[in-house]
């Protein structure tokens, strides 16, 4: 491709305006399922082809298909940003290439993790014997904080595994009943079986009953389960419920359980004056799982976890096989490798790094505290209205709400494909006590008052025309 | 940061620049541990930096700690390339920041996935009963092919798990004794215990006997164990052998065990003429992971998981809250996140169909056919050598060989030491039959005759002077 460069600067200018206005398109892809599929040929072609026909090819078959997650008007799920300086970041890391599995084979890569998850660590409030890594998902970062939990709570796990033995009875975690999804698929991976897997009631505020978690953990001693960890939330998938983690660390530390919080989205938001409390508690827990690629700029995927026990996940995983032994070893150096199922890690940290320098600690306080405001605000027109009403407290910047009235779920699904429907905004939904929710999720750098002001409108006019 | 445009610019050229000639720069990182730790400073910037300062950090601070993958001299483990249209597409996808947990959050990744993995599977020569998905890693491949196996062969175990069952005496996984560390980290995950892993010994060119596994299973079958799964490897981390898969498929089909390949380095040297008896066999195995990131000239990551029975990979991991449901359900969608652990997919597609479009077919048989040329010439000058000899056949790009006339392990250390301190080659080691082994690695597109020549020119130089 010996014209890199010229394909580069094209690329670069197209991007730029894409990013000055993704709301151009709509921001949920129009494409039927299998469109792209089908237009796209079956085998790959025999000869090469010239960039511009291959960028021809991207802006007419493809584009159609991307669901804008940069739109001002995505309020779907958790919204994300891809921030300039982390996608000038993903380029450069990319023609560099690093492979970080040892020191050597990166120490720019190793070191600069280190430094950067500092940085995020003290923002944060938490302290320094919490050691991190980064990987790719919170998926990824809750398994290994349950894979140390297993491998200080099942004697000679890693060599005897699970099956087959006179000495365990059983095996439990536990964690809210809003606890996210990858706790389940971390039980079952890790051969716990979903059984194992305790889901304690929540308060009227979807927050854990710590107290029905002392209860649990008691009795299930009392028959000889082993308690090995409990997953605490702080923002929960749903409503971004905080679960009590002080109260449930002071369980945990009685008990001598594991606690892992998952903070993969709100984690961040302790860096805002006035919202430290929702990692109160957090110091004393074993693992914590925050992720930058959720609200803090970052393009996906980079997830951290930090842990004060990083020891019990290299105890799990270190494994060096002869190809990858060096003599950097005495030297106290980190291999990434050491601390994880993934042998390769790409250099993800510079963005982060990238990020954190080019907001500051202020420009990053200042977007997540916007966000809360938006989010307090679009609430209070719930609040006021005759139409709609909240289904949860908003302690970030998620609103959770619904028909007044007892309409049915048929109602608010119909409401829903109605103003996504429209192009310019992108909602979902979930389950609260039975009930089907609207949520409004702000987190992306472009949304404005304007955005929030128009799904509110596109919300209340579609809703009257249901009636 | 209003200045993206100028910014993505200057790093354009920057980067063109960079991959012009990556030589200019000693393959190995010559920093020392901790040194670019402590050049740092502790905390993140209270207010926001302007690009030129972060960036001129980058290049004081943080360049001379890049090992440089990219450089034509990189021998060591598997040479790799970030091709130009690969970079382009990373920053494309980057800007994109697409999520493809689920169809509707990105119909153009998850079906580009679809057309590109086929493109793939055609050109290595499997069937189209092997549907694929894209991972991060093949650690993360092989991961999730023998979390199927488990479904498959242990009743129950996603809702039972593996602890306190009477029906499970045990179970048992194989591989050869060259198998990567991966299958190793895999187990002990799963909850089977390092110890369920049998290695089968290998022959004299270090691949498995296929005889030994059936004894093997035979025996454990006789004492009431379960064999879940055999690992066939298609070039081996250490000598790039491949283990008779053929045999193995017979004998896998004969024991109803699940059957997982690890291709991960030589899967598409399958797509050269000549190479396709490598892959005799593999269209009945169960699974097979063959990573594009290895020797198909994509930017870190992406490996694929070609699998017969996805079925089996959905039962283990598929689950869907309320948050994520959605009502293309009906029209035989592909969710991603039905697939694996990880619940958030990036825009991994875009790369490889990037990649195979830039090369055509022909493209890219023919660089992989020069470098295993490059592999025999340098084999033939360590044959014709009085100093050197080959360790093992040479069947890819890798050549491994060893100092003639019983030197110690320490002579060979030196020797390494020696040659990678030029800043010109860096090649890395391993240990075959108890012998410590050198091992040239080609992989690079840069890589040309008179790289390999540079090392060679090293090695006889260097080895002289140890006498």
């Not at 089908?38 to 960028?55: S, V």
């Not at 997650?69 to 995505?74: D, I, T």
């Not at 702000?442 to 249901?466: C, F, K, M, P, Y």
Request: overall charge negative; charged content about 25%.
């Amino acid at each position: 491709m010996s014209d890199f460069r010229e394909n580069a600067h094209f690329l670069a200018d197209w991007i730029a305006r894409y990013l000055d206005d993704p709301s151009r398109y709509p921001v949920l892809a129009r494409v039927r399922p299998g469109e792209i599929r089908d237009a796209l040929p079956r085998d790959a072609p025999e000869r090469g082809e010239p960039f511009e026909r291959i960028f021809a090819d991207f802006e007419r078959v493809l584009l159609p298909g991307v669901t804008h997650w940069n739109h001002p008007g995505f309020f779907a799920y958790f919204a994300i940003t891809a921030s300039e300086p982390g996608i000038l970041a993903e380029f450069l890391s990319a023609a560099l290439n690093q492979q970080a599995m040892l020191w050597r084979t990166s120490p720019v890569a190793t070191e600069l993790e280190e430094v950067s998850l500092g940085w995020l660590r003290r923002l944060i409030g938490l302290p320094d014997a919490f050691e991190g890594v980064i990987y790719d998902t919170a998926s990824i970062s809750t398994l290994h904080a349950l894979a140390a939990a297993r491998e200080i709570g099942v004697p000679d796990v890693r060599r005897a595994g699970l099956a087959g033995r006179a000495d365990l009875a059983g095996v439990r975690v536990y964690c809210s009943e809003h606890a996210h999804s990858s706790v389940d698929k971390a039980v079952i991976l890790l051969g716990l079986g979903q059984q194992a897997l305790t889901r304690i009631p929540a308060d009227a505020e979807f927050r854990m009953q710590a107290a029905l978690l002392a209860e649990a953990i008691r009795a299930d001693r009392a028959a000889g389960v082993i308690p090995l960890a409990v997953v605490a939330t702080v923002g929960s998938t749903s409503s971004t419920s905080v679960d009590p983690v002080d109260a449930i660390a002071r369980i945990c530390e009685h008990e001598r359980v594991w606690l892992h919080v998952d903070a993969a989205y709100a984690g961040v938001a302790a860096m805002v004056p006035g919202c430290e409390w929702i990692l109160k508690g957090a110091d004393r827990a074993d693992s914590l799982v925050v992720n930058p690629h959720k609200w803090l700029f970052t393009p996906f995927d980079l997830s951290v976890l930090y842990c004060r026990r990083m020891d019990a996940v290299r105890q799990a995983f270190a494994l060096t096989p002869e190809y990858l032994k060096t003599s950097e070893g005495e030297a106290g150096v980190r291999n990434l490798m050491d601390t994880g199922i993934q042998l390769g890690r790409r250099f993800r940290a510079l963005k982060l790094w990238m990020i954190l320098r080019h907001f500051g600690a202020e420009g990053l306080r200042g977007a997540l505290a916007e966000h809360m405001r938006l989010a307090r605000l679009f609430a209070s027109w719930v609040d006021a209205s005759d139409q709609f009403e909240l289904a949860a407290p908003v302690p970030f910047s998620v609103v959770c709400f619904c028909l007044k009235g007892h309409r049915t779920d048929e109602d608010h699904s119909r409401l829903l494909d109605a103003v996504n429907a429209s192009g310019d905004v992108f909602l979902s939904h979930t389950r609260l006590d039975g009930r089907y929710v609207l949520r409004l999720a702000i987190g992306n750098l472009r949304t404005a008052e304007l955005h929030v002001r128009r799904a509110w409108d596109l919300l209340t006019e579609s809703a009257a025309l249901l009636r």
